[in-house]
């Protein structure tokens, strides 16, 4: 059974062991041609919540050289994935509707699947023009993802597939990502050992 830090909404309960910023460093390795870019690389990531049944997430990287040169960065949200009722906002700015069906955390306990976790979509989105949007599971401290679509505009490199693991281990947020790009199916891209920078927004039982 979930506890929640009364601060969130309920549908956040699985997810509130993400909230917060956190820092650290990481691996990128990648076939580009006939060659392997490989970079050690710093990251931050913060997680936060602004009231809404969803996590607002951004992601800044830069180089480990001597002028931390700027690498990557990518922005979006992450939820629970369920059919949309009423009392979601939209389309557009169309406001809510009535009281939310999940609005309590035995609300939530409802959408737990048999195997113990809950579904769950992450949108990110690149600054070159790429927007994924991921559906996966979430189960205790452990989040894996795959790419269901990948939007990429005409000036962005060829990007098809992703899949991603995070996973809470000893207070650490480690994840890995496999990327499948430039003509190549999904192989290992990219991985990181990130170390919490603010209070943690709760645990899950």
Do not use: C, N
Not at 36 to 62: D, I, K, M, N
Not at 77 to 105: I, K, Q, T, V
Not at 182 to 196: K, M, P, V, Y
């Amino acid at each position: 059974m979930l506890e929640l830090d009364p601060t969130l909404p309920a549908e956040l309960g699985p997810l509130q062991w993400l909230v917060g910023d956190w820092e650290g460093t990481g691996v990128l390795s990648f076939p580009v041609g006939d060659r392997t870019v490989e970079h050690e690389f710093g990251q931050r990531v913060s997680f936060a919540h602004h009231g809404h049944p969803y996590l607002s997430y951004e992601a800044y990287a830069w180089l480990l050289d001597d002028e931390l040169t700027p690498l990557a960065a990518e922005s979006g949200f992450w939820r629970l994935a369920r059919p949309a009722e009423a009392a979601d906002p939209g389309p557009g700015m169309l406001p809510p509707e009535g009281e939310p069906a999940f609005g309590s955390l035995d609300a939530v306990e409802s959408l737990r699947r048999p195997d113990g976790a809950f579904d769950i979509q992450a949108l990110i989105a690149h600054p070159a023009g790429v927007a994924e949007l991921y559906l996966g599971t979430i189960a205790g401290p452990r989040i894996d993802l795959a790419t269901d679509a990948v939007l990429r505009g005409a000036s962005a490199k060829e990007h098809t597939a992703s899949t991603r693991m995070l996973g809470l281990v000893e207070g650490h947020l480690l994840w890995a990502w496999d990327l499948a790009a430039l003509g190549r199916g999904l192989e290992s891209h990219a991985s990181a050992r990130l170390g919490r920078v603010t209070p943690a927004g709760g645990d899950e039982a």
